[in-house]
């Protein structure tokens, strides 16, 4: 999610302090840098605010025309590419299992700019609020994401017995050598059917859902201090060439400008605590 406007963070960039990424199992919120992302595909809902002041965000959905707006609205899955003109981005990502769609806010059920003015506020307003607590080395596990950002809990998306189990086992350890025979058996399904509801039940392909949890499980690494091949095997890929190839995919980027942009990025993550 992060680049820097040259091969590593500028330590004269005035808004390096305002860096920021709250990272739970269904929800992130990044503040941070962005730069010349490549396209890029993510597997939940996305949403781009820029920051007050700050000249508009453009995007380019699916390599169509660039449209530009201060609040924008990506689906699962669609293929994009984001400018900044800031050194200083927001983004927002609501796993895609995690909520129903049908019943999520009006202004998230779109593709492209959205006129939001209120939720744009109420997003600046969170990261200032969050930025404040940093500063003072509190973490996040007390406060409600939802209810900073959305003013209430957003709508779970009901799932099949079955199909909640794989998923949480999945969430739980990305890094995990599960195939979806193990997965299907571990549920007593057939294949074919584990299959067929799986995408039905969640949205997403399995072997989909599995690359994106990896993917996503990135964001946990970016301040370990092992090199770019641990990584990848901690995060369950068999080697840095896969490593590299499905990031690049999913986040435009490839997994050392990640980690190098990252660098003055204070990480609460909620499985392992706050880091800077």
Sequence with gaps: MQR????????????QGERLMWLTPQRVFYAGLLGAAAER??????????PAGAPPNRIRIGGGAWQSGEFIVVPPHVPHQVESACPLIF????????????????FLQ????????????????????????????????GFDFDALFFDGPLASRPLDARIRKVVDMLVADPAAPASAEDC???????????????KQETGMA?????????????????????????????????????????????????????????RRLALHDAAGGFRQ
């Design 91 to 106: 983004n927002l990502l609501i796993e895609s299992e995690s909520v129903d769609p049908a019943r999520m806010p009006a």
């Design 184 to 198: 299907a058996a571990s549920v007593h399904l057939s294949f074919s059917r584990f299959l067929h509801l799986f």
């Design 206 to 262: 399995f072997r989909g859902f599995r690359a994106w949890k990896r993917a996503r499980s990135l964001l946990r690494y970016v301040h370990q201090s092992g090199t770019l091949t641990d990584i990848a095997l901690d995060t369950g890929y068999p080697d840095s060439t896969h490593f590299s190839h499905s990031i690049r995919q999913v986040y435009g980027l490839k997994p050392s400008d990640i980690v190098a942009g990252s």
């Design 41 to 50: 595909a993510m597997g939940g809902h996305g949403v781009y605010v820029s």
């Design 4 to 15: 820097t406007r040259t091969s590593t963070p500028s330590g004269g960039d005035a808004r």
């Design 110 to 141: 779109h593709c492209g700019p959205v006129d939001a003015p209120v939720f744009v506020q109420r997003m600046r307003e969170a990261h200032a609020h969050l930025l404040a607590a940093s500063a003072r080395g509190i973490d996040f596990d």
